[in-house]
């Protein structure tokens, strides 16, 4: 088996750990069951069409009414759980209309219901219904502000919370007084509950004189949409209703189960690289920063093994789980995972016993059909042979260009999970 195939291999290994199916089967077995009363089922994210599929498995004919929003083309087979398309990365109207019918079913439901929430990640871009009168382009010019402005992801979602229907546990209060059971897949660093799909199910912290001063912070209160600005000014001075926070009642029947997350998959490809006879080393399962830089770090880490510097011997498999960032300057296509995996195309340089594989666990990198790449030493030069220039593309972030050229995209399609990224160096391969 080449290094390319054990790094393929070892990845494979930790999504069949990540199958939502069996996490969820596990779940509901240990579920409390209804008391009489009707099961309905509610959700959003990447993996959650995989995930109601996995309910009506373990429940068969228990469930009265579903409706999940998921990724165009990560849909799965259901019988009674209606599962509704939409955008991501970039919300649309479907997305907002599937959260309002999501909203409605939620509502329905009475004291003796039971209303199962499946939640991973992705689920706030596909359920972004405003709160009357945003519109979804004003949320949008709002979100592209905070972000221009470098803005965190708590301020965005601070800001987000307030101006939305579902997030920021205001489908927990849409279901009260029904008792609520939210399965999570987590994909975020530390499984934040009120960060995962921006917290439907999860009190908020966050106040609309908050979301206010982090406006007030960037200097964007007079560029903001009117909209969001007037009912956040509305909130502030209590006019409308709160997001709901710690210790309210409607939380008294809500509980909130994390069924995955990053260490899952991480520990199932350690224990596949050590199958394969590679020593294995777990460097992190919160890996952040820039991707490009993480990517060389990561090279040089698998360059100290090599040359007997590193905390295992060869043959070795460095093993990272995280998610990074980019820090876009140029129009081109890629995602966070081929940024890395280009990076370090270029950082290898012709060192054929040394392979790196980034990838996203749901099959997903950015706005592309690709999950991410495994490049080795011949990477770069593979692409320059085919007529395209690596370093030049790295400056552009075009990454996907660059990769698909040199034949080193990974390409696995839905996968069934969304545990974040992960991140394999493999250095020398096992005698066989």
């Not at 849909?75 to 509704?84: I, M, N, S």
């Not at 689920?123 to 949008?140: E, F, M, R, V, Y």
């Not at 209060?173 to 917290?199: K, N």
């Not at 998610?323 to 054929?352: I, P, W």
Request: aromatic share 2%.
């Amino acid at each position: 088996m080449t290094l390319r195939e054990s790094a393929r291999s070892i990845f494979d290994a930790a999504l069949a750990a990540g199958d939502v199916r069996p996490l969820v089967a596990r779940a509901l077995r240990e579920m409390p069951p209804s008391s009489g009363g009707r099961v309905l089922v509610v959700g959003a994210g990447k993996a959650s069409g995989a995930m109601a599929a996995a309910a009506e498995e373990a429940w068969d004919d228990r469930i009265a009414a579903g409706v999940v929003a998921v990724k165009d083309g990560y849909t799965a087979p259901t019988r009674t759980v209606r599962l509704l398309e939409a955008g991501h990365p970039v919300p649309d109207e479907r997305g907002a209309a599937a959260a309002r019918e999501i909203l409605a079913l939620a509502e329905s439901a009475g004291p003796d219901d039971l209303v199962l929430a499946l939640v991973s990640g992705g689920g706030s871009a596909l359920t972004p219904a405003p709160a009357p009168p945003i519109t979804l382009a004003d949320k949008q010019e709002m979100t592209r502000l905070l972000l221009a402005a470098g803005a965190t992801i708590n301020q965005l979602n601070a800001v987000r919370k307030h101006s939305s229907l579902l997030k920021g546990g205001q489908l927990a209060r849409a279901a009260a007084p029904a008792r609520l059971e939210t399965l999570l897949l987590s994909d975020v660093i530390g499984d934040t509950l009120d960060v995962i799909a921006s917290g439907p199910t999860t009190p908020d912290v966050s106040t609309f004189g908050e979301a206010l001063e982090i406006l007030d912070r960037f200097g964007l209160r007079d560029r903001t949409p009117r909209s969001i600005v007037e009912r956040l000014e509305r909130g502030a001075r209590g006019e409308v209703a709160e997001t709901p926070k710690p210790g309210d009642p409607i939380f008294a029947h809500v509980r909130n189960t994390v069924i995955g997350n990053n260490a899952l998959v991480v520990d199932a490809a350690a224990a596949q690289a050590r199958a394969l006879g590679f020593a294995s080393h777990v460097l992190t399962r919160s890996l952040e920063g820039e991707a490009r830089e993480v990517a060389r770090d990561l090279i040089a880490r698998g360059q100290a093994i090599r040359a007997g510097r590193g905390p295992v011997p060869a043959p070795a498999c460095l093993v990272a789980g995280g998610e990074t960032t980019v820090t876009v300057h140029g129009k081109g296509k890629g995602g966070r995972c081929q940024e890395a995996a280009l990076a370090a195309a270029l950082a290898l340089r012709d060192q054929n016993d040394i392979v790196l594989l980034a990838a996203g666990t749901d099959g997903s990198d950015g706005p592309t059909d690709a999950a991410g790449a495994i490049v080795d030493g011949g990477s770069a030069e593979r692409g320059r042979r085919r007529g395209v220039d690596p370093a030049r593309g790295l400056e552009e972030n075009d990454s996907n260009r660059i990769l698909d050229a040199s034949g080193d995209l990974l390409v696995t399609g839905p996968t069934n999970t969304n545990l974040l990224d992960l991140y394999l160096v493999l250095v020398g391969a096992p005698s066989s």
